[in-house]
């Protein structure tokens, strides 16, 4: 009889634990969803950069972080989660609670290439994220070694043509934006080089500074020292304008091959279903701090381009990569696994 009661109690003790649980759950949940819009943020935000400390991406993060930390009076922790082309933040990104304290540094690699090149994603693009704003774009720099005899875009496209399948182009890898920016010029120019990946920019601009392989489209930061040097020579920008850190080096779309445009770009995105008002407020302040004059002359100095949109503009701009990619993507017959 006794062993029947402690059983019952003990039944009782764990269905109560169990209750008191699910009670405390659904005050916590009553308490987030009735968090008052006039307070947000209310506690720290992390902010996903898929790429390791130290890059591009994760300068510009962390400049646009500490900006938001000071408005907000609230810390906004930098969470980078490198790997797989920028697969594994973009995941960590959109299974994160969309509750507007999970943002997510979003580029061309996660929001325009990888989703055209792989067939099994572990995210969607579209809609698995809400579009906060558009911050910069970072137009590549076209450069040739001094050996091969090109110095504009008009007589590199003359010599392709001329030689058909024998200038080599350098990549950071492929599905890099340095590989399908080529890839695109291909196709608008009717020229057909070929494409030699490496494993990361370094082995690459080594290869190119000794003329192993003659041409590369790359970020501009990189390649200047060695312009500035005479070890490579710059003869495009591939962004819709010049770039105030080198106004004498004219647009491929200058150059001749009209409406050619490409080059990385960086958003913030939050996971779908986040609340408006915290999307709102995040759009204020991200386009303020990115029109400042701190930051433009920051990011024009590195030859990037700021930019600052509405939500509905940064979202249209990620479909139009998406379709835009996915363009070039079956034209050139790439995909990857």
């Known amino acids: 009889m006794r062993a029947i009661q402690t059983q019952k109690l003990l039944q009782s003790v764990v269905l109560g634990f169990y209750f008191s649980m699910l009670v405390l759950a659904s005050v916590g949940g009553s308490a987030h969803s009735a968090e008052d819009p006039a307070k947000y943020p209310a506690r720290a935000l992390r902010f996903i950069v898929p790429f390791p400390p130290g890059g591009g991406n994760d300068t510009i993060a962390r400049a646009i972080g500490q900006q938001l930390s000071i408005a907000f009076g609230q810390q906004v922790l930098i969470d980078n989660r490198p790997g797989a082309g920028s697969i594994i933040g973009a995941q960590a990104a959109a299974t994160a609670p969309a509750d507007g304290y999970s943002l997510f540094l979003a580029g061309v690699a996660s929001h325009g290439i990888i989703p055209n090149l792989r067939k099994k994603m572990p995210y969607d693009a579209l809609k698995d994220f809400e579009a906060v704003s558009l911050i910069a774009s970072a137009p590549l720099l076209v450069v040739v070694h001094p050996s091969l005899p090109v110095r504009s875009i008009k007589e590199l496209v003359a010599l392709a043509k001329a030689k058909p399948g024998t200038i080599n182009y350098a990549s950071n890898g492929a599905g890099a934006s340095s590989h399908l920016a080529v890839e695109l010029f291909n196709m608008m120019a009717g020229t057909k080089m070929v494409h030699v990946a490496y494993?990361?920019?370094?082995?690459?601009?080594?290869?190119?500074?000794?003329?192993?392989?003659?041409?590369?489209?790359?970020?501009?930061?990189?390649?200047?020292?060695?312009?500035?040097?005479?070890?490579?020579?710059?003869?495009?920008?591939?962004g819709a304008q010049r770039s105030a850190a080198i106004p004498d080096i004219p647009t491929v779309a200058e150059a001749g091959i009209k409406g050619y445009e490409t080059g990385s770009w960086y958003g913030v995105v939050v996971p779908a279903g986040t609340p408006k008002y915290a999307i709102d407020k995040l759009n204020s302040e991200i386009v303020r701090i990115t029109k400042s004059a701190d930051l433009t002359r920051r990011l024009e100095s590195e030859a990037v381009i700021p930019v600052g949109s509405t939500a509905a503009a940064f979202s249209a701009h990620i479909k139009s990569e998406l379709t835009r990619w996915a363009q070039v993507i079956k034209a050139a017959h790439l995909a990857l696994e």
């Not at 192993?212 to 501009?220: C, G, H, I, N």
């Open 199 to 238: 494993k990361g920019l370094a082995p690459a601009l080594t290869d190119v500074m000794t003329g192993e392989v003659p041409l590369m489209f790359s970020s501009a930061v990189a390649m200047l020292p060695q312009v500035k040097s005479g070890r490579l020579r710059a003869i495009a920008m591939t």
